[in-house]
Each structure stands twice: as C-alpha cells, then as structure tokens.
C-alpha cells in the first residue's frame, strides 16, 4: 500500500510540472506534496515528511493568493486591421487552430474584435459578428497561462459587453473540439439541435 501511494505522489508531481496554467500546477502539485507527506509517514521517512509538508504549505500558501487577487480586466477593441491584433493571431496561430480550425483572415471581415487585457497584458481576444438578432463568434481565444473561466464570465458580464450585445437575443459558436465543447458549456451555451456542433446561449 505504501509504494502504491508513493508512485501515485510520483504521478502528481510529474502531471504538475506539465501544467502551463500557474493555478493548476499548483493545485496538483499541493495533491502531490500531500499524498507524499502520507507515504512519508507510512515508511518512517521524516526527512521525507518535512521537506513535502513544506512544500504542501507553500503551494496552499501561494493557491490562496492567487485566488484572492484581484484582477483588472478592460476589453480593447480593435480592427481587423490592427497590428498588435494581427501580431497576437499569428504568434498564437498553431494553438488558435486546435480550437477553431476553421479560423482565417476571411473570417475577419464585417466582424467586431476585441483584446482581453488582464492587468494590462494582453491575454486573449474575442471576435464575433452580428446577424439579425444573434451574434456569431468567430474566435473566442486566451493563452494557455490565463485560461480559466474568468477571463470569460467578467468579458459576458461586463457593462461594455452588455451594450454591444443589447440588440443581440442570443450568441452562438460552431465547434469540433471537444475542450472547447465543454468550455462554452460551462458558460452556460446549450447545443443547438438544430444545427450540428452549434453552440446556443440566450441573453
């Protein structure tokens, strides 16, 4: 039992230094450092035991702080033609296209887009487009190191989001991926059956 749960705090170790995402390395390292404290006591190893405990208290430690911090977001909105828009769309190109492969600069005309700043970094963008009483979005996009749902429910809840959205009476987003699938889910879109890989949410 002791070597099962020695090589299962080998297995949380290795998955945290996987993570791109601060937050979750540090949740799963904390799992971790804990299962090892365990294993630790098991075998009567104390070195073992305080080095891990130690490092189980600083990831609690900086988990908190990272869940108390508050963060400043403003959405930018920029043309098609932008540069730094274009600069981020090509440096991020290879992953934009895992989760919209069907993404290009055709997709930009008649669209609305905007930069997701979080504490003045640029950490994703956002465009849509109107038509009739719904809106479309094209590309729903953040780097790997801030993707977390709160880039996204601050940017739908927002005042300025409000108002473009104001004569819109739903979003929808077409999809293949499965990530993204459950991602718009958890925003609270519903599939549309109607229309394969479709994604609905009413405002």
């Not at 297995?11 to 299962?35: E, H, K, P, Q, T």
């Not at 490092?55 to 990272?66: K, S, T």
């Not at 819109?168 to 890989?197: M, R, W």
Request: aromatic share 16%; charged share 20%; with cysteine.
């Amino acid at each position: 039992m002791a070597e099962i749960i020695g090589y299962a705090g080998s297995v949380f170790i290795a998955a945290s230094l996987l993570m791109s995402n601060v937050f979750r390395l540090r949740v799963i390292n904390l799992i971790g450092a804990v299962v090892f404290t365990v294993y630790a006591l098991m075998i009567d190893a104390k070195a073992v035991f305080f080095v891990n405990l130690f490092i189980a208290f600083v990831d609690a430690w900086y988990i908190y702080r990272l869940k108390s911090r508050k963060d400043i977001f403003k959405f930018i909105e920029a043309s098609p033609e932008d540069r730094i828009l274009r600069y981020f769309l090509s440096y991020n190109a290879r992953d934009i296209m895992l989760f919209f492969p069907r993404f290009g600069d055709e997709s930009l005309a008649g669209s609305r887009c905007f930069l997701i700043m979080r504490n003045l970094m640029p950490v994703g963008v956002f465009i849509f487009k109107k038509e009739g009483a719904g809106a479309g979005i094209i590309l729903d996009y953040i780097i790997s190191d801030y993707r977390d749902l709160k880039n996204a429910r601050i940017f739908f809840d927002s005042t300025q989001m409000a108002e473009e959205f104001k004569d819109c009476s739903e979003l929808y987003s077409v999809t293949d991926n499965a990530s993204h699938a459950a991602y718009l889910k958890k925003l609270g879109f519903q599939p549309d059956a109607s229309a394969p890989n479709t994604f609905v949410k009413k405002i």
